[in-house]
């Protein structure tokens, strides 16, 4: 039964939960917000919320959005998910200026460093790319066709990542492996060069970035798994730098001590504008743990874990810009049962100290003090106050979706035996 | 290994186990998630434990020797057995995704190991997926053989995509593969033997190896006649379809 689920990508209800996800222009021109079906962008130069403008045949996203990602000059944003749609938005006129339609769900998207190609992964490991033409004057696109570039044997991919340099395309998968790919002159004749593999990380990989190093053009890789810790890698020769076990730090941050197996698996990750730091979301801690990377000794260590006081906030994503010294982050879900306010998230920053001086504290921004203030987290949240309750609730919605959307079934014996019997394929010849 | 089994399961007058108490599901789906271990890493392949008598495991001076040749859905291990005396000083490994077959396997190069002392020290078996799991088995450019003999057909349109030639997978074997190393498919199925020959024709990193190239390859006779399945087409005079491509540089 489950292989056949997997066939046909029909997936048990419960793991339809979908997290809000946050990006961050690069300038910090704007901050999005997926949550469910809706794309919420509020615009930081204008101080007004943003109405997305969708021309295409299928306009605006029908199911939960997996993924958003702005492009690296900020020209483009895209959102896709599990309706299967790919959208290129023009950060100028907030217009669809592409619709890809996809044959799977989308699990993850990039964008090309020059911004003229998109890529987006599928739930059964195929990347395609397809080109994003942001020079083109702001016009409504025809639909556009996507080709496939490279592939994890049917495993969902997670994340996908250029390097700083342009020359990989790095892709994570829920069986452990990153994949490091030499990106063709033309990448629709497909990707077939593989650099290397990063394996080392034993449960799925969550999330990938990259710190951004004048010593390492190609890039410093950190990766974040359901294995509780953070890697570095080295892109050219897949080779381990180092591993930061964070399970310890966490367990100390986690104050109630009630869940009896608490899980420390990281759901997202980020880098910072000063180069060195790293921000990580852990599924088990109400704030932000803060990783040091000391590119020279090619190390990482743990800085320090950034609490969120009075709420129950656990992060789902993160975002930074490029230019900002601020951390955004968001919590939410998509089809949260047994509340009436479905689509909600809630928004927080944390201001990063520019250097790592050890003196200097990073410091959680009151919602009077995020830029845009109210009216930002008015239309990013969905609404001004959320109540605690929603969010625990979240928290555990989430969790459940992510084991079983992530982690490997182990059955008994006698279980897949069962399972062997009751196939779908086996069925048909008896 | 094996005086712990029972003789029944082996044949008495051969020594070697007895293929009908290893028969399996003919066919194996490999989309379904793994019960079996899977190194996280080639450097966490335990040599010792499949070439116990070139690794010792209390040795030492590290054996630097890697497997090169691979046979993948190797099957009842024909394939393996025939190479090992062929290229005794290189180290190959069979892969294959069903658990009984793998256990025979395993009991017939024990069995070979005993009775021809210090041959077939060179071969062993894994069960694992191969199309998904081959990154976790070698290195870049490690191997220099890689064997897909008389592979599931797999027909139907919708599941082409489990066909271990395809376009995505050559990409993987071309990691694997060492630039000048050679992968071999047989079929008798004409139009899986087509679907490879296309898939090899079309990637950049492979080219066809020439008519007297294939002549002069002493392995390329073994494809026919040495595995099981080759045996049973060959039998019922069945044709078979082979493509045989070199893995190259891509051309930039
Ligand atoms: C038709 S048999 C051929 C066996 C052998 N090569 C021969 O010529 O006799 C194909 C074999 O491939 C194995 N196989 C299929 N998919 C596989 C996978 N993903 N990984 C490893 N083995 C696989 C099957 O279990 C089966 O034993």
Redesign the interface.
């Known amino acids: 039964m489950?292989?056949a689920q997997?066939?046909e990508g029909d997936n048990p209800r419960e793991i339809e939960v979908s997290p809000a996800f946050i990006a961050v222009h690069p300038a910090q021109r704007s901050v999005a917000v997926a949550v469910g079906s809706d794309l919420r962008v509020y615009d930081l130069t204008g101080d007004c919320p943003v109405s997305l403008v969708d021309d295409s045949a299928k306009p605006f996203h029908s199911d939960s959005i997996r993924a958003i990602r702005y492009g690296a000059s900020g020209k483009l944003l895209v959102s896709a998910g599990d309706d299967k749609l790919v959208k290129i938005w023009s950060t100028d006129s907030w217009l669809c200026i592409g619709s890809v339609c996809c044959e799977k769900r989308v699990s993850s998207v990039a964008v090309s460093n020059d911004g003229l190609f998109v890529c987006f992964a599928d739930k059964f490991g195929?990347v395609w790319v397809v080109s994003s033409k942001e020079n083109v004057e702001n016009q409504a696109l025809p639909d556009k066709k996507a080709a496939?570039i490279?592939?994890h044997?049917?495993?969902i991919i997670t994340s996908l990542e250029f390097s700083p340099d342009g020359r990989f395309i790095v892709s994570a998968d829920r069986?452990?492996?990153i994949?490091v790919?030499v990106v063709p002159k033309n990448p629709l004749d497909?990707?077939?060069?593989?650099q290397?593999?990063c394996?080392?990380?034993?449960e799925y990989v969550s999330c990938l970035d990259f710190i951004h190093s004048p010593d390492y053009p190609h890039g410093l890789l950190v990766s974040g798994s359901g294995d509780s810790t953070v890697r570095l890698w080295d892109v050219t020769s897949?080779s381990l730098l180092d591993t930061c076990e964070i399970g310890a730090k966490a367990e100390l941050s986690v104050t109630d001590g009630l869940e009896e197996e608490p899980c420390h698996a990281i759901t997202d990750l980020c880098t910072c504008s000063n180069g060195t730091s790293i921000a990580l979301a852990v599924q088990s801690l109400k704030g932000i743990m803060l990783l040091n990377c000391n590119p020279s000794a090619k190390t990482l260590s743990i800085a320090k874990v950034v609490l969120i006081e009075g709420e129950t906030l656990i992060p789902t994503s993160l975002g930074t810009s490029l230019s900002e010294g601020l951390l955004w982050m968001v919590t939410g879900i998509s089809k949260l049962q047994g509340f009436n306010h479905s689509s909600l998230a809630r928004v927080r920053a944390v201001s990063l100290p520019e250097d790592n001086g050890q003196d200097a504290e990073p410091v959680l921004l009151r919602d009077d003090e995020i830029p845009g203030g109210q009216k930002l987290l008015e239309r990013l949240q969905g609404s001004v106050s959320i109540g605690n309750d929603v969010f625990l609730a979240a928290a555990e919605a989430l969790k459940t979706a992510m084991r079983s959307l992530l982690i490997?079934?182990q059955?008994s014996a006698e279980k897949?035996e069962f399972r062997k019997r009751t196939?779908n394929?086996r069925k048909l010849k008896n | 290994m094996i005086e712990k089994e029972t003789t029944s399961t082996f044949n008495k007058s051969t020594g070697l186990p007895r293929k009908r108490f290893y028969r399996a599901r003919a066919h194996s789906?490999?989309?379904?998630?793994?019960?079996f271990p899977v190194p996280?890493?080639?450097s966490q392949f335990d040599y010792s434990l499949h070439y116990p008598q070139l690794f010792p495991a209390s040795s030492d001076d590290d054996n630097p020797k890697r497997i090169q040749f691979a046979d993948i859905g190797c099957g009842f291990g024909g394939l393996l057995v025939a190479l090992s005396t062929l290229f005794p000083d290189k180290l190959m490994i069979g892969m294959e995704i069903r658990d009984k077959v793998t256990e025979y396997v395993k009991e017939r190069i024990s069995a070979l190991r005993t009775t021809n002392p210090s041959q077939y020290q060179n071969i062993s078996v894994v069960r694992t997926n191969s199309?998904?799991y081959i990154?976790?088995y070698f290195e870049?450019g490690q191997l220099m053989k890689m064997f897909f003999l008389f592979p599931d057909p797999h027909f139907k349109e919708k599941n082409h995509?489990r066909r271990v030639i395809s376009?995505?997978?050559?990409?993987?074997y071309?990691?694997t593969l060492a630039v000048g190393g050679i992968i071999y498919t047989i079929t008798d199925v004409e139009e899986l033997g087509e679907w490879m020959k296309g898939c090899l024709e079309n990637?950049?990193?492979f080219e066809a190896l020439t008519e007297e190239e294939l002549e002069n390859d002493p392995v390329v006779k073994l494809l026919t006649s040495a595995t099981e399945e080759g045996q049973k087409v060959a039998r019922n005079g069945g044709q078979t379809f082979q493509a045989i491509y070199r893995r190259i540089a891509?051309s930039l």
């Not at chain 2, 789906?29 to 019960?35: G, K, R």
């Open positions: 489950g292989d997997m066939e195929v496939p490279l592939a044997y049917c495993s069986d452990y492996k994949r790919t497909g990707a077939h060069e593989i290397t593999f394996l080392g990380h034993s897949g490997k079934k059955y897949r196939r394929d | 789906n490999p989309l379904s998630d793994s019960h996280l890493s080639p199309m998904k990154p976790n870049k995509r376009p995505h997978l050559l990409d993987e071309a990691y990637h950049p990193m891509p």
